[in-house]
């Protein structure tokens, strides 16, 4: 599986993006996805996950971001609205070679990532 994240870019705060992430290989519908992000001189962090139905988010993007995802066309999305310079960041997608086992939190459960796209938030 390979994994091709797009949509990022510069946004004012309070304003919205859309981020997609496509994958090649007919096996993704059964993977479990995720979204991560990494700001410069921090730790990559969880930010939003789906797997077997539901969907998971950390504290700071409940209620701004939302996971979806489109088994047809391989692909998942983040929906970001309410951007604060706080999320500005590369985002990464993240997909499961099947169910994850452990925790979608822990990156460590991800067998492919995407590039990485970049989203910048102005104050």
């Known amino acids: 599986v390979q994994l091709q994240a797009s949509g990022g870019g510069l946004v004012q705060a309070g304003g919205s993006l859309r981020l997609s992430c496509a994958a090649s290989?007919?096996?993704?519908?059964?993977?479990?996805a995720g979204w991560y992000r990494q700001a410069p001189g921090k730790e990559r962090e969880f930010v939003a996950a789906?797997?077997?139905?539901?969907?998971y988010y950390a504290d700071s993007v409940k209620g701004r971001f939302t996971f979806s995802r489109d088994n047809a066309k391989n692909s998942v999305y983040l929906e970001m609205k309410g951007l604060k310079p706080d999320d500005a960041a590369v985002y990464y997608c993240?997909?499961?070679?099947?169910?994850?086992?452990?925790?979608?939190?822990?990156?460590?459960?991800?067998?492919?990532w995407g590039q990485g796209t970049q989203v910048t938030v102005s104050s």
């Open positions: 993240a997909a499961s070679a099947g169910a994850i086992t452990s925790t979608v939190r822990d990156s460590r459960a991800y067998d492919y």
């Open positions: 789906h797997k077997r139905g539901t969907t």
């Open positions: 290989g007919s096996m993704f519908s059964f993977s479990d």
